[in-house]
Each structure stands twice: as structure tokens, then as C-alpha cells.
């Protein structure tokens, strides 16, 4: 994935992100998060698809990023999928209260699900499409014959972010619109 990156057409994104934390494989098992900022301490969420994580450093300030990406709630695998959102909800439970934190992916899960619910409350996270009153902007699927219709693709922020805006554009090649967040950091930089 990284040399895809390097190539062109995408040398201006991999110019203006030079850092990553990556899980190396093929399809949507491979994921990697890219950043303007160094990183440091990555982690991955143990899961079937690619979930890293690393720590930003912004402006001297650390803040915790992490990707989501579990399995779809597909018969034979809900409880693959209950069991990776519940380690999503550990990681971000897990971090020290005053380290922001930025929680950003395909969840496979809208906000009606209890178990999307529990990460909100376990890491005191907010949905960006929440804050910008952009809830329920649905994000997939945008291919085939029905109209997108469920939001499963968030960003989530701590009380450390504000939210100037979001966008859900389309994305060429994938089934899903992105989640283009706006975010500022709060506090001394």
C-alpha cells in the first residue's frame, strides 16, 4: 500500500503526509493512517481487518489517533463484530483523560447500535456529524441499486476538538463517501 502511495498520482498526499502507521495487507485487511504529524507509540486493535493507531504529536501536544475498521455484522460473524467494537471501546476507554483523541472509520455500526453507542460513552468521544448537525448523512453503500442509506462511517473526536465543519463526499472505486472532518484542537499548542 505504502509504494501505491509514493506513486503517482498520489505523491502530493504522500508529500504532505509523510508519516504512518499501517497494517500490511491485501484488500480491506491492509489499512494504513497517514499523517502531516510524527508519530509514535502505534498500536494496532487486534481485529480481521486493519485497525492502527498511533500517537500525533501536534505542536508538542500528543494526541491519540486511532482507525476503525471491524468486521460487518454479517450472519456467522456478529460476534466477531461485537467483540472488535468492543476492543474499539477498550482503546478508547483506555487512553489518559487529558490526551485528545481522534477515532475516525468504517465502524460497521450507526448510531442505533448499542454497541456504537458504548465507545461514545466509554471514551468520552462525541460523532463529529453530530456536533456539525450532520448526523445520519448516509455513507454507504454507494454502489449498486440502492440509494446510500446508513451512516457507518464516523469521526470520532474528544472534548479537546472542535468541529468547524464535515463534508461526505464520494470517493471514486469505493462503495462508501468519506467523512471529511474539519477540526481544530483546543487549548495551549
Do not use: C
Not at 476492543?87 to 477515532?103: C, E, N, Y
Not at 461514545?120 to 448526523?135: E, I, K, M, W, Y
Amino acid at each position: 500500500m505504502r509504494p501505491r502511495l509514493r506513486a503517482r498520482p498520489h505523491q502530493h498526499l504522500h508529500r504532505r503526509t509523510p508519516h504512518h502507521a499501517s497494517v500490511d495487507s491485501g484488500g480491506p485487511a491492509g489499512s494504513i493512517l497517514l499523517s502531516a504529524y510524527p508519530l509514535s507509540d502505534e498500536r494496532v486493535i487486534p481485529a480481521v481487518m486493519g485497525m492502527p493507531g498511533a500517537t500525533a504529536e501536534i505542536a508538542g501536544r500528543p494526541v491519540r489517533v486511532q482507525l476503525a475498521h471491524p468486521m460487518p455484522p454479517l450472519p456467522g460473524q456478529v460476534d466477531v463484530w461485537k467483540r472488535e467494537l468492543g476492543r474499539i471501546r477498550k482503546a478508547a476507554a483506555g487512553r489518559p483523560p487529558d490526551t485528545p483523541m481522534l477515532l475516525a472509520g468504517d465502524f460497521n455500526a450507526s448510531q442505533d447500535h448499542h454497541a456504537f453507542r458504548a465507545i461514545l460513552r466509554a471514551g468520552h468521544v462525541q460523532d463529529a456529524a453530530r456536533v456539525a448537525s450532520t448526523s445520519r448523512t448516509p455513507t454507504w453503500p454507494t454502489e449498486g441499486p440502492l440509494p446510500p442509506y446508513v451512516q457507518i462511517d464516523h469521526v470520532l473526536v474528544s472534548d479537546h476538538f472542535s468541529v468547524a465543519g464535515l463534508r461526505f463526499p464520494a470517493l471514486t472505486g469505493s462503495d462508501h463517501r468519506a467523512v471529511l472532518a474539519d477540526l481544530d484542537l483546543r487549548g495551549a499548542r
